[in-house]
């Protein structure tokens, strides 16, 4: 029996037995490389003129999958997230990492020219909290980027029933459906502290998928649609001052 069976859904020691697991692209956590990829093609170019003052903000980084795709943006990558042994693999990709709770961030107001809050709200007991923290640390004119799951009757069968029993698919136990999130509560509640979110959903390339799962190709690319009922990326910026 797999480690991660003995633990009640959503426990962050989920992540530690699966450690070995985070780079194999063809591993648990397979689609978190495939979203993550999508995650940072969002994220825009540091304008020149920043240099080191340019800051990614990497909420819940795990062990950094999204390192690769965001080298070439122009900014001081730095990843916080709660489990070691996540971050000593981060480090490895050349993020700087904080270990802290992303409902409690460690850094002063509007630090951050871009925040990412990729799979990570759908994970949090208190969402209102990590809205108002990424809401807080993110400069006035700053860039947005989430991803997570919608807390709907569709978002449960396919990212739970279906996806934790097929390959590629979330781990067992990974997620408390409980936890899923209510799209018009994030849109209104990140207004209400400046940050204007477009929402769209995302899924998997079917092509992409069929290779993938035949060997084919190491990663399959996240195709957007207007359907935000499964899974959805959000985009937006806060107001300047």
């Not at 916080?80 to 802290?100: F, K, N, P, V, Y």
């Amino acid at each position: 029996m797999s480690p991660t069976l003995a633990l009640p859904r959503n426990d962050p020691r989920q992540y530690d037995d699966l450690a070995d697991a985070w780079w194999d692209p063809y591993g648990p956590f397979s689609m978190l490389h495939w979203i993550a990829r999508a995650r940072a093609q969002l994220i825009p170019p540091a304008q020149p003129g920043m240099g080191a003052d340019a800051v990614l903000l990497d909420l819940a980084c795990g062990a950094g999958l999204m390192a690769p795709h965001a080298r070439d943006k122009g900014y001081t990558h730095i990843g916080i997230d709660i489990t070691a042994s996540a971050l000593d693999q981060a480090r490895e990709h050349g993020i700087t990492t904080a270990r802290a709770d992303v409902l409690a961030l460690p850094l002063k107001d509007e630090t951050a020219d871009v925040v990412t809050a990729g799979e990570i709200l759908e994970h949090v007991t208190d969402l209102d909290q990590l809205i108002r923290e990424s809401a807080r640390v993110l400069k006035p004119g700053g860039t947005l980027i989430i991803d997570t799951i919608a807390d709907t009757a569709i978002g449960r069968f396919l990212t739970v029933t279906v996806a934790e029993r097929i390959p590629g698919g979330a781990p067992p136990g990974i997620h408390d459906p409980a936890l899923f999130v209510d799209r018009q509560r994030l849109v209104d509640e990140y207004r209400r502290h400046g940050v204007h979110l477009a929402l769209r959903g995302l899924r998997p390339s079917v092509k992409d998928a069929i290779a993938w799962r035949r060997g084919r190709c190491a990663t399959v690319r996240m195709v957007p649609m207007r359907m935000t009922a499964v899974l959805f990326q959000g985009l937006g910026h806060k107001e300047m001052s």
